[in-house]
C-alpha cells in the first residue's frame, strides 16, 4: 500500500525511532472479538498487511479445523469505513488462493448478515469488515465459527497461532475477484433470505399497517437505512421519517463526535427532527446496524432515552408475549444476558418460568450459550447486554439491531392502538418484577500499576500496602493456604451487608458470604467460579442484602476502571432504591475505589 508504506519511510527518514517502535514492535493481537485498531501503517495497526496476514492465517486455521472448510466456504462482508471494502477484497483473496469458496456480499453489509449467511450456508465461518460505533479511524476484523456465532476461547489462541505461522503476506491483487469461477455474491439472496427468516416475529401484520405508527429513525452515518426500510415494509409498518443528515453512509461521521446511539447528545438531531414533526418516538442503529436504541416523547414533554437494560426488559416481556402466542411452553424458552446488565430478567424468569442464564460480556458467550440450550431442546427467546445488543430468537446468533427495531417498532404500534406509550409498558414490568435502577460509569485510570493496586486493595485489603492505612469498613478473613494469601474483601457496600462474591480474576465465588462471620480456610477445591478465569483482567462481582448488584472490571481497550451498579426494590419503592443507589455510589469512589486518593 503506498501510503502506509509513506507513512513509514517518512519516519525512517526522520529518524522518529519512538513513533517506529509503537507502529512495529508489537503486531496488533487477534482475540475474541478478532482484530480491532487505528487505520495506519504498522504490524500494531489495521492496514492492508495486517488483514492479509490475518486472512492467511486465519484460512489455514479453518481449513485445518472444519470438516470440508473450503467446499463449505466463507462468508465475507464490509460495511462503510475507509478501506473496509479493500479489507474485505483482500480478506476474499488469501481465502481463495487457499482453495475456498467464498459467499461475498460486494455491496455495503451490516454486521448481522454475515453470521446469519453462515449459519443460513452452513458455510465453515465468516468474516466481517467493521469497527462497529468506534471512531472514524478505527477499523476491524471480526470472526464467526461455522454455527454462525462469535468465536470463543479457544479458538482465538488456535488462529492466533496460525496469523503469526503465516505472517509474510502472499498476495495483493484484488483485480477480477467478482468474476473468480469460487466467488459468489449473494447481497441480494441473503438478504431475502434474513428478512423472511426474520418475519417469524410478525405477530398482526394487519394492526400493525393500521397502526398509523410515526417514529424518526437514524442509522448514525452508517449502512442500516436501506435494510431498515426493508424490515418495515416486511412487517407492514409505516415507513420511517428520516434524519436527512444522517440518512446515508459516511465513513467520517461528521454531524456526531462518537457515532454510538449510547452516548450523550448522539440522539439530538432526531430528536430535533421528530419535534419538528410532532412525532413523540425516536428509533437508532449504530453504523454497522448490530445495535438498536430508542428514545420516547413523554407526556410532560420530555424526552425518555431507554437505557440498555431498560430496552432488555421491553423486548424480554414481548419475546415472552410472542412466544405464547404461539403456543411455547414457557418453561421451554430460553433467555441470556450478560453478566453486567440487569437482573430484571432473572426476575422474570423466576416469575414466569422461564429458562435463563446469565453470561460473561460479550455475544460470544451469549449466543452460543443460547445455541448449547437449542441443542438441548430449548426455545431461543431472547439474549441481551446493556450495551444496546439484542438477538431475538435465532436466525443470527449475534446482536442484530435490524430485527430488533422492527419489533420493537411492532411492540410500540401495537401499544399505540389501545393509546399508550411505550414508557407505560416499562412501567408495567416494573410493577410486575419489581423496580431496577442503574448507575453504569467508569474512571480513568491511565497507569495500570495503578489499577492493580486499587483491585488488590479490594481483594486483600490494607495489609499487603505497607502504608500503615486502617480500613474504613470490616472485611472476610479467607486464608488461601495454597495461595499463601488471604482474601480480605469488604463485608458491606454503602453500609449494606454483602452476600455473595465472585472473583472472575483469581478463582473465587462464595454465596452467603453475610453467613461465613469468622475466619475461613479455603481450600483450592472450594469455591470455584463457574465462569472462566483470568489472571489477564480484573473483574469482581458483589450482591449485596438491599437487592444490590456491583460488578467492577477493567476495560480491554481503554484506559477505564468500570462500574456496573444495581439495585431492585421488590415493591417498587423507587426512592428507597435511588436513596440506596446513591449510598452504593458514593461507596465505590470513597472506600472501593478511594477516587480522591488516587487522583481519579
Request: aromatic share 10%; glycine share 8%; hydrophobic share 40%.
Amino acid at each position: 500500500d503506498p501510503k502506509t508504506r509513506a507513512q513509514i519511510e517518512a519516519l525512517v527518514e526522520s529518524k522518529d525511532e519512538a513513533r517506529l517502535e509503537t507502529l512495529l514492535r508489537h503486531p496488533v493481537e487477534f482475540g475474541t472479538a478478532g482484530l480491532r485498531a487505528r487505520m495506519e501503517a504498522g504490524y500494531s495497526r489495521l492496514n492492508q498487511v495486517t488483514i492479509i496476514t490475518a486472512s492467511q492465517g486465519l484460512s489455514a486455521y479453518v481449513e485445518r479445523e472444519v470438516k470440508d472448510a473450503r467446499s463449505r466456504g466463507v462468508v465475507v462482508g464490509h460495511d462503510h469505513r475507509h478501506n473496509s471494502q479493500v479489507f474485505a477484497l483482500l480478506t476474499v483473496r488469501a481465502f481463495l488462493d487457499r482453495g475456498f469458496k467464498v459467499y461475498f456480499y460486494s455491496g455495503l453489509s451490516f454486521t448481522p448478515q454475515v453470521p446469519f449467511a453462515v449459519k443460513h450456508l452452513r458455510a465453515a465461518c465468516g468474516v466481517m469488515i467493521t469497527a462497529s460505533h468506534n471512531p472514524k479511524d478505527d477499523n476491524g476484523y471480526k470472526v464467526y465459527w461455522e454455527n454462525g456465532a462469535q468465536i470463543k476461547p479457544p479458538l482465538d489462541v488456535g488462529i492466533a497461532k496460525c496469523i503469526e505461522e503465516h505472517s509474510e503476506p502472499k498476495n495483493w491483487d484484488v483485480s477480477g475477484i467478482a468474476q473468480h469461477p469460487d466467488v459468489e455474491e449473494i447481497s441480494s439472496s441473503m438478504l431475502d433470505a434474513y428478512i423472511e427468516a426474520t418475519k417469524v416475529h410478525v405477530q398482526d401484520i394487519e394492526q400493525n399497517r393500521r397502526s398509523g405508527l410515526q417514529y424518526v429513525y437514524t442509522p448514525m452515518h452508517g449502512v442500516g437505512a436501506p435494510f431498515a426500510k426493508r424490515i418495515v415494509e416486511a412487517f407492514g409498518l409505516p415507513a420511517y421519517v428520516p434524519v436527512p443528515e444522517q440518512l446515508h453512509p459516511d465513513p467520517d461521521f461528521k454531524t456526531v463526535s462518537f457515532p454510538n446511539p449510547e452516548e450523550k447528545g448522539a440522539l439530538e438531531m432526531a430528536k430535533a427532527t421528530a419535534d419538528s414533526r410532532g412525532i413523540g418516538l425516536v428509533v437508532a442503529n449504530d453504523p454497522d446496524a448490530d445495535r438498536f436504541a430508542a428514545a420516547e416523547k413523554q407526556s410532560d414533554g420530555s424526552w425518555l432515552a431507554f437505557t440498555g437494560d431498560q430496552l432488555g426488559t421491553i423486548f424480554a416481556a414481548a419475546v415472552l408475549e410472542n412466544t405464547r402466542r404461539d403456543g411455547i411452553p414457557d418453561a421451554k424458552v430460553a433467555m441470556v444476558n450478560s453478566t453486567v446488565s440487569s437482573r430484571m430478567l432473572e426476575a422474570m424468569a423466576r416469575k414466569e418460568g422461564f429458562h435463563y442464564a446469565d453470561t460473561l460480556t460479550g455475544f460470544k458467550w451469549m449466543a452460543n450459550e443460547l445455541a448449547s440450550m437449542e441443542q438441548r431442546g430449548y426455545h431461543i427467546g431472547f439474549g441481551y447486554e446493556e450495551a444496546i445488543g439484542y438477538m431475538i430468537g435465532n436466525p443470527v446468533l449475534d446482536k442484530d439491531g435490524i430485527s430488533a427495531l422492527a419489533v420493537f417498532l411492532q411492540l410500540a404500534a401495537g401499544l399505540h392502538a389501545r393509546g399508550k406509550r411505550v414508557a407505560d409498558y416499562l412501567e408495567e414490568q416494573y410493577s410486575r418484577y419489581g423496580y431496577f435502577v442503574s448507575s453504569n460509569l467508569y474512571f480513568i485510570c491511565p497507569d495500570p500499576a495503578k489499577t492493580n493496586r486499587i483491585f488488590s486493595r479490594i481483594r486483600f485489603g490494607n495489609g499487603d500496602g505497607g502504608d500503615g492505612e486502617q480500613d474504613s469498613v470490616e472485611r472476610t478473613e479467607f486464608a488461601r493456604p495454597h495461595r499463601n494469601d488471604v482474601l480480605r474483601y469488604p463485608r458491606t457496600i454503602g453500609g449494606f451487608a454483602v452476600s455473595y462474591i465472585r472473583d472472575l480474576t483469581i478463582g473465587f465465588e462464595m454465596r452467603d458470604v453475610d453467613k461465613h462471620l469468622g475466619p475461613l480456610t479455603v481450600s483450592e477445591s472450594q469455591f470455584v467460579p463457574s465462569f472462566p478465569v483470568s489472571a489477564g483482567s480484573h473483574m469482581i462481582t458483589f450482591e449485596t442484602s438491599n437487592g444490590g448488584r456491583l460488578t467492577m472490571r477493567t476495560s480491554g481497550t481503554e484506559p477505564k476502571l468500570k462500574y456496573y451498579l444495581e439495585v431492585r426494590n421488590a415493591d417498587n419503592d423507587r426512592q428507597a432504591a435511588a436513596r440506596d443507589l446513591q449510598l452504593m455510589v458514593q461507596a465505590i469512589a470513597d472506600e472501593l475505589v478511594q477516587a480522591k486518593k488516587n487522583d481519579l
